[in-house]
């Protein structure tokens, strides 16, 4: 089944304490993007990859890394979390053509609450 | 800049009709409409590219006015199943590689 996953879907963690979050996708798709959800701000970007290796900055970038080794995975970084990053955070992906935009494909999420 | 979307909210009784604005500051390449549903991840609805052009599918249309900077969604005759909340993403270049979504639309249908 073609699909994104992430992991964990749920987690509760402590300021300053470093923590990944996983992104993997099966559809050998050469784009893969981070948002974060927070109520009434919608989805903002906050790394996105066009190819492995390409990585670049979104609009809310701040305490965040990202890396692409792998076409399939694409891991979210937060090597020092605070409160404010307390959100609801979506993995997607996405086939690339030239000039050409196309659908994304959303994992199902993952929920972090940073006490 | 995030784009504008109106109404922040609507409800609506199955059978109406319902238009979803999107509305940016900045020139646009590109317009895509998401929709979620409470608890999931977003689903891709539409894309619209530079060109002014008008796209649906079943009872779910948009146009887009590049000269504008604008977008519309147009859900007719609105089924239970067409509640959560909408989102419009914005691309200002033909690149493929940032989006930015608005706050979103929540669409309540009921019986």
């Known amino acids: 089944e073609a699909q994104v996953t992430q992991n964990p879907r749920y987690l509760i963690t402590v300021t300053g304490k470093k923590l990944t979050v996983t992104c993997s996708q099966n559809?050998?798709?050469?784009?893969m993007s981070w948002y974060r959800q927070d109520p009434g701000l919608g989805l903002r970007q906050i790394y996105y990859?066009?190819?492995?290796?390409?990585?670049d900055k979104g609009d809310v970038p701040e305490g965040y890394k990202v890396s692409r080794k792998e076409k399939r995975n694409f891991p979210l970084i937060l090597e020092s979390p605070s409160p404010n990053q307390t959100s609801l955070y979506f993995c997607?992906?996405?086939?690339?053509?030239?000039?050409?935009?196309?659908?994304?494909?959303f994992g199902p999420g993952t929920r972090l609450t940073v006490l | 800049q995030q784009p504008v979307q109106s109404p922040q909210a609507v409800i609506l009784r199955e059978g109406e009709d319902a238009v979803i604005n999107c509305s940016s500051s900045?020139?646009?390449?590109?317009v895509h409409w998401y929709r979620q549903k409470h608890g999931e991840a977003p689903v891709f609805l539409m894309i619209?590219?530079?060109?002014?052009e008008q796209k649906g599918h079943d009872k779910i249309s948009a146009s887009f006015n590049e000269k504008k900077q604008q977008s519309s969604l147009y859900l007719t005759a609105s089924q239970l199943s067409y509640s959560g909340t909408y989102f419009c993403g914005t691309g200002s270049n033909n690149a493929g590689n940032m989006l930015t979504f608005g706050g979103g639309t929540r669409l309540m249908v009921k019986p």
């Open positions: 900045k020139a646009l390449y590109s």
């Open positions: 990859s066009m190819n492995v290796e390409v990585t």
């Open positions: 619209l590219l530079k060109g002014g």
């Open positions: 997607a992906s996405s086939p690339r053509l030239a000039e050409t935009y196309n659908e994304q494909f």
């Open positions: 559809m050998n798709h050469e784009y």
